[in-house]
């Protein structure tokens, strides 16, 4: 069992910046793969990026470019570096943990509650 705990959210004008973090509970964190995901009122949850166990990362195309993965597994984080952010970038950010590193949301077995980014345009 994993619990996962997002924070960093927060209302950026346009252009701004945020960093996302997400803590995990339990020793066994360095075995997950972890990733990022979001969801805009109306839309369906979308694919943000991922990190493989190993430390490969993958991103959508939308945040390629602007967008950083990063995890420490001696702390149990993963956190997600947010620059140019833009009015399309509001949503709720989620972090998830599974075996792969992959942009199926449905091979994510852990999901934390959500934390509200909002940029203003």
């Known amino acids: 069992q994993v619990q996962l705990v997002e924070s960093g959210g927060g209302l950026v004008q346009a252009g701004g910046s945020l960093r996302l973090s997400c803590a995990a509970s339990g020793r066994t964190f360095s075995t997950y793969a972890m990733g990022w995901f ?7 949850r979308e694919f943000v990026a991922a990190i493989s166990r190993g430390g490969s990362t993958y991103y959508a195309d939308s945040v390629k470019g602007r967008f950083t993965i ?22 709720v950010y989620y972090c998830a943990a599974g075996f792969i590193a992959t942009m199926d949301v449905t091979k994510y077995i852990y999901w934390g509650q959500g934390t509200q980014v909002t940029v203003s345009s």
């Not at 597994?73 to 140019?84: F, G, P, R």
């Open 38 to 44: 979001r969801q805009a009122p109306g839309r369906e």
């Open 70 to 91: 990063s995890r420490d597994n001696a702390k149990n984080t993963v956190s997600l570096q947010m620059s140019s952010l833009k009015a399309e970038d509001t949503a």
